[in-house]
T-cell receptor, first 116, second 114 residues
Framework: AQKITQTQPGMFVQEKEAVTLDCTYD???????LFWYKQPSSGEMIFLIY??????QNATEGRYSLNFQKARKSANLVISASQLGDSAMYFC?????????????FGSGTRLLVRP | DSGVTQTPKHLITATGQRVTLRCSPR?????VYWYQQSLDQGLQFLIQ???????AKGNILERFSAQQFPDLHSELNLSSLELGDSALYFC?????????????FGAGSRLTVL
């Protein structure tokens, strides 16, 4: 079964508008962490934001916020005031449990294109 | 610059050959992770080392092996290469300056097997 599901293969957004990238996850572990990474065309993976399963508030990092709905098992990324440089692949990832390995499971990604 | 250094950036080789990918983690990070990104499989966890010891194994083929050295740099060895091994190989590190919660990725090594 898919642990991380990103249902939007590609999305468009107009520059300066907000966009939401969807991510749902599946785990029975009460302790987990959710991540979003950005991969521009140059290929590197850039960490954007992290949400722990026990965090009471939704995570925010500048123009990025994570809409964490635990009961729905969703962790959507919201990018406000989109910029042309936001055009990239975006990956949602999950860490399960508290073991020391801390390996991440990634979704299939969403390609975002920001239109001028 | 993420602070995680991977070499080489690009590598083209032939089937049956062997290559070594190198990773230097961020200063102070003890954990090193290797991931493979291919078009058909997406991002797959391969293996993790912590302070020189193997900590977790993922979908790593028997033809692949890795190690982490006392200076904490890591190498991923890929042997008997097949066309399907063509992928972007990422190294990531965690802990120390990266913080406990974040995996910091390098720029990747793009392997093309012809």
């Amino acid at each position: 079964a898919q642990k991380i599901t990103q249902t939007q293969p590609g999305m468009f957004v107009q520059e300066k508008e907000a966009v939401t990238l969807d991510c749902t996850y599946d785990t029975s572990d009460p302790s987990y962490g959710l991540f979003w990474y950005k991969q521009p065309s140059s290929g590197e993976m850039i960490f954007l934001i992290y949400q722990g399963s026990y965090d009471q508030q939704n995570a925010t990092e500048g123009r990025y916020s994570l809409n964490f709905q635990k009961a729905r098992k969703s962790a959507n990324l919201v990018i406000s005031a989109s910029q042309l440089g936001d055009s990239a692949m975006y990956f949602c990832a999950m860490r399960e449990g508290m073991d020391s390995s801390y390996k991440l499971i990634f979704g299939s990604g969403t390609r975002l294109l920001v239109r001028p | 610059d993420s602070g995680v250094t991977q070499t080489p950036k690009h590598l083209i080789t032939a089937t049956g050959q062997r290559v070594t990918l190198r990773c230097s983690p961020r200063s102070g990070d003890l954990s090193v992770y290797w991931y493979q990104q291919s078009l058909d499989q997406g991002l797959q966890f391969l293996i993790q080392y912590y302070n020189g010891e193997e900590r977790a194994k993922g979908n790593i083929l028997e033809r692949f092996s890795a190690q982490q050295f006392p200076d904490l740099h890591s190498e991923l060895n890929l042997s008997s290469l097949e066309l399907g091994d063509s992928a972007l190989y990422f190294c990531a590190s965690r802990g120390g300056s990266s913080g406990a919660n974040v995996l910091t990725f390098g720029a990747g090594s793009r392997l093309t097997v012809l």
